[in-house]
């Protein structure tokens, strides 16, 4: 099978990433070098945005999430790739892209997202409550669930509710996703 092509340039973490990130697509890449990302990689990914798009895809772990915000912070619009923290685990216990399968890598390059400005919620604390994605006991399970079907890596409940505004994910999207759970 030929692999799939990324004509955005992708954003890793490090050269292990790149590697294997090259294993399961065939892309360019920019290494942030860990999460003290310095404004020469940040002039590389402004480039990188002008001319041919960019999507961040980092591991699924704290250093991956502060790197992630800090991109997203000087580039709000940019493209946003999440890998499941279930599919990359690492057989000695670590976590990142590095130990994902080539299908879970290419499974989230297919499933991106573009961060939109906000200038009006579509979904609502109230929405949340109604869902069962707060306030209950189970909120965390269904969270889960939901974040792993939209593959958009697991939030808390306040910062589900901006993701799901944030990428403008139907409401209707979510409460099918969520019927799932229950068969309601």
């Not at 189970?138 to 890596?153: K, M, Q, S």
Request: some cysteine.
């Amino acid at each position: 099978m030929e692999k799939p092509v990324i004509k955005e340039v992708v954003i890793v973490e490090g050269r292990d990433d790149t590697r294997r990130l090259n294993e399961a697509v065939s892309c360019e890449t920019i290494e942030t070098r860990g999460s003290a990302i310095d404004d020469t990689v940040m002039d590389e990914i402004e480039v990188a945005l002008s001319t041919r798009g960019a999507i961040i895809f980092t591991d699924p772990d704290f250093p991956g999430h502060k790197i992630r915000n800090t991109i997203l912070e000087r580039f709000p619009g940019i493209k946003e790739a999440f890998l499941p923290r279930d599919k990359a685990k690492g057989r000695l216990g670590g976590i990142g892209i590095e130990h994902a399968s080539i299908e879970a890598i290419r499974e989230s390059l297919s499933q991106v997202y573009t961060n939109m400005p906000v200038t009006e919620e579509t979904v609502t604390i109230q929405d949340m409550t109604g869902w069962g994605l707060s306030g209950t006991a189970e909120a965390a399970v269904r969270r889960r669930h939901l974040c792993d079907r939209l593959n958009i890596g697991y939030a808390n409940a306040g910062q589900l509710r901006k993701k799901l505004n944030r990428y403008n994910i139907d409401k209707a999207r979510i409460a099918n996703i969520l019927e799932e759970l229950t068969g309601e």
